[in-house]
């Protein structure tokens, strides 16, 4: 089987990869003349009323904490200290000390692609629908057993598995906040800055899919280029593979699902490796053509410009008639819907961040009132900064673009799921967060060095007010570009696939229109789908428009435009982003964390926006996602920051904590605690003959009377257990019966009793004496009855003079002493528990 899917794997990817190499480097020339042209002739657009962080996470890391993670090898559940860097990866260590000494991650995880679930069920589901006809019942765990009712699982449909649980409810949303935050900045893994290289991708992605009939949105379109490309050859291959050796599999069901998992992982690792190396040689080869290509283009625009418009208008008068009729009969009575479906829960995401947003002010301005002091402000200005990027604060925001759906429409316009459209909104409330914060970083920085901090209420409060307005544009122009894109990306592939019978094999004709030399820049492929995307563009926009005018989704009108309304703020994005520990006080130096420190703790530690420490070694209580105010920046409990002393400690006992055992999850408070609270037990030694000795045994037996204690109270006894030690040098105690104990006990209390009484008595009577003699003889008295009393010690004490934790007998820590007729003779102790109820 490997031997074979190995070949199949490495022919079917070179083979893909050489044919989408070839649409690549078609696509590369065409972006390369959009964007020399963009730049040359300049285009419009809103202007953004706030400002933008070029590098918002630098010398910042995400989030660390501990979990239990699943060890598929030995079937064992582990303790594993979680490091997340501003890069999103999830690095797994063995504890926080390995992390902290610098040591490479046991696992390293890059989520694109992934799911985060919190539930068997719904992983249950997806097992079943990506292996068919090796079913589970929808109860039943997958080789698994979670040793908590609370799980989370990243789920891929092609790389492995990963599994981990925690101990509360609440630690569970936490993580799942967390992991579907890596999850989102994983998958959206190109950058837009690339003006080439990624329209030239994401082109020749949709091209190559549309040639084989697949023309609707693809929700994998997840991570880097390579991991795309992976997904893509894999959604062809992964059938397969599935229908190959599926069959051929041995075993439970349980194990066959475990193996065709370990063989699709293997198989998408292959596939991975392969792609990775062959875009990155197809790129090399690319930027290598593109001097000259530029050259070009520069040199021939407006004859290219001139050529294009003579072409398109050809291709207008054969597509146009034919669109219109698709566009009135099957599109514009849906347009509206599609629409309302993606604003209603959209709008109330942007909503949620602004009052989010509203609600930090809130609480600076409070500090302000309150007297807090610069300390306090730094603190307050630096949890802040990072509010964007705190998976658990924004997680509200997220929730509600959750609720967007596109049920009805989704088979009529071939849409796979709404995920890509929610991911993306996500993203895009997450950069409106971060612009408002960072504007109010640098409104405020100014105000306070222009007017001072002697008012520092009034100043805040004015700088929020300009922030909120300028944040009610930028969010109302964000909204409605998110709403026009939507729409082209559910309704031309649509339109394509309707009109590919009836002109595709029209188009082969007009390629004669373009001459040779410029045939590598226009595409007659692309000027068609630029015609049809020209016939839907009047419709869509004005859609958007009237939905403008609805009060309801707190959209600006097209006629207001705010230019230049405050010309000073954009100056103020090319200053450094303010530290605000330095400037109000804070003990952090200036000045960036080196690459070499990154992830390290050595001198300086990396401000972190969200933490969850778990002590290494140590069992995890009943809430073991605490927040460190120490390492966090936005913390989520105030009650919690009593563990910041406990990392101080566990810091300097690294070195023990990396070699401690991992521990499994259990219950915070030990079952025998719980029942040695109920039922205490009191320990003692009771001699036995010599003769009897090999009679004894260990057991327990079940009996019934009382004990008095030492406080006095009675206490009933249910139990006694015998357990019999061996000591050197020493003869064996008489066996002695449940009741037999049960005497002696009480008969040695009474003795114990009687002898302080009379030497408390003994005592009084001579100081009584002594009262009436003169100073030296009552010394000498007192201190006669003093060695009187300790000529007399209890046979039997009560354990709770020197532990509180339990009744024992001191009598246990070594052999006694049977004073018979004057001699002492050493006796074998044997230790009888009496379980008192």
């Known amino acids: 089987f490997q031997r074979c899917s190995h070949s199949i794997n490495w022919i079917r990817t070179r083979q893909w990869m050489k044919e989408f190499g070839q649409v690549y480097e078609q696509q590369y020339a065409v972006a390369l003349f959009n964007s020399v042209r963009f730049e040359i002739e300049g285009g419009g657009g809103t202007q953004s009323q706030l400002l933008h962080r070029k590098d918002p996470l630098a010398g910042r890391t995400i989030f660390s904490g501990s979990l239990f993670q699943y060890l598929e090898e030995n079937r064992k559940w582990r303790n594993r200290f979680v490091f997340v860097p501003n890069d999103y990866t999830i690095n797994l260590y063995e504890s926080k000390a390995a992390h902290d000494r610098g040591l490479h991650p046991k696992v390293t995880i890059n989520c694109a692609g992934y799911k985060a679930l919190t539930s068997m069920e719904e992983y249950m589901e997806l097992i079943n629908k990506s292996l068919p006809g090796v079913k589970a019942k929808v109860g039943s765990n997958p080789f698994i057993k979670c040793e908590t009712g609370f799980p989370l699982i990243l789920w891929h449909p092609y790389a492995r598995h990963h599994y981990f649980c925690v101990m509360t409810e609440k630690e569970q949303k936490k993580w799942h906040a967390v992991l579907q935050d890596c999850v989102r900045d994983s998958n959206n893994g190109l950058p837009e800055n690339c003006t080439v290289k990624t329209p030239a991708f994401t082109d020749a992605v949709r091209l190559h899919r549309q040639a084989r009939g697949q023309y609707g949105t693809w929700d994998m379109m997840c991570g880097t280029p390579p991991q795309i490309l992976a997904n893509l050859v894999m959604e062809s291959l992964h059938p397969d593979i599935r229908n190959m050796i599926v069959p051929r599999l041995k075993g439970k069901m349980q194990q066959r699902q475990k193996n065709w998992m370990l063989i699709s992982d293997a198989v998408y690792k292959q596939v991975l490796f392969q792609t990775t190396g062959q875009y990155e040689a197809l790129v090399e080869a690319c930027e290598a053509q593109r001097g000259p290509l530029d050259a070009r283009l520069r040199t021939d625009m407006d004859q290219l410009i001139t050529s294009k418009e003579h072409v398109s208008s ?335 400690q566990l810091e300097n006992e690294e070195d023990q904590l990396g070699k401690e055992e991992d521990l499994g999850p259990k219950s915070p408070d030990s079952v025998n605690e719980i029942r040695d609270l109920i039922n205490p037990v009191v320990e003692v030694v009771v001699p036995v003959s010599k003769v009897e000795q090999s009679e004894i045994t260990n057991k327990t037996e079940a009996t019934t009377g009382s004990i008095t204690v030492e406080d006095g109270v009675k206490e009933d006894v249910t139990h006694v257990t015998t357990v019999v030690e061996t000591v050197p040098k020493g003869s064996l105690q008489e066996k002695t019966s449940p009741q037999a104990i049960l005497q002696q006990l009480a008969a040695s209390k009474k003795q114990e009793v009687d002898k302080d009484e009379a030497a408390i008595q003994n005592a009084i009577e001579k100081l009584e004496i002594a009262v009436q003699e003169d100073e030296s003889e009552q010394i000498t008295e007192i201190s006669a009855a003093e060695s009187d009393n300790e000529s007399s010690p209890p046979l039997v004490t009560d354990s709770s003079s020197r532990e509180d934790s339990g009744f024992q007998s001191p009598t246990s820590e070594g052999p006694v002493t049977n004073g018979l007729n004057g001699e002492e003779k050493i006796v074998d102790p044997i230790e009888v528990e009496v379980v008192l109820s």
């Open 314 to 648: 050809k291709l207008r008068a054969l597509v146009l008639p034919k669109a219109e009729q698709i566009l009135r009969t099957n599109i514009q009575p849906y347009i509206n819907s599609i629409l309302e479906a993606l604003m209603d829960p959209t709008s109330r995401g942007f909503a949620e961040v602004r009052d989010v947003f509203f609600r930090e002010m809130v609480e600076i301005s409070k500090n302000s009132l309150n007297g807090g002091g610069k300390e306090k402000m730094g603190e307050n200005m630096e949890r802040l900064s990072m509010l964007a990027f705190h998976p658990v604060k924004m997680q509200s925001c997220y929730e509600k673009v959750e609720e967007l759906n596109l049920e009805g429409l989704q088979q009529r316009f071939d849409v796979s799921s709404p995920s890509v459209f929610i991911s993306r909104a996500q993203i895009l409330m997450r950069e409106q967060m971060d612009n408002a914060v960072y504007t109010f970083e640098q409104l405020l920085n100014q105000s306070l060095e222009a007017q001072g901090d002697s008012d520092m209420c009034k100043i805040t409060q004015r700088c929020q007010d300009r922030v909120l307005k300028k944040y009610d544009y930028d969010s109302s122009s964000v909204r409605k570009k998110f709403f026009r894109e939507a729409l082209l990306q559910i309704i031309i592939p649509y339109m394509l696939q309707q009109l590919a019978p009836s002109c595709s094999p029209e188009l082969p004709r007009f390629k004669e229109l373009i001459f040779e030399d410029f045939s590598r820049f226009l595409l007659i492929e692309n000027m068609f789908e630029e015609v049809v995307l020209q016939s839907v563009s009047k419709d869509i926009m004005m859609a958007v428009k009237e939905a403008a005018v609805q009060r309801r989704h707190n959209l600006y009108r097209d006629s207001i435009i705010l230019t230049n309304s405050d010309p000073n703020l954009h100056l103020l994005g090319e200053n450094p982003q303010v530290d605000w520990a330095t400037k109000f006080g804070g003990d952090e130096p200036e000045g960036p964390v080196s690459s070499a420190d990154e992830g390290r703790v050595f001198g300086r530690r990396r401000k972190q926006v969200v933490s969850m420490i778990q002590p290494d070694g140590v069992p995890l209580p009943y809430e073991s996602c605490l927040e460190v105010p120490g390492v966090e920046l936005i913390p989520e409990e105030d009650a919690e920051m009593f563990l910041s002393k406990e990392e101080d």
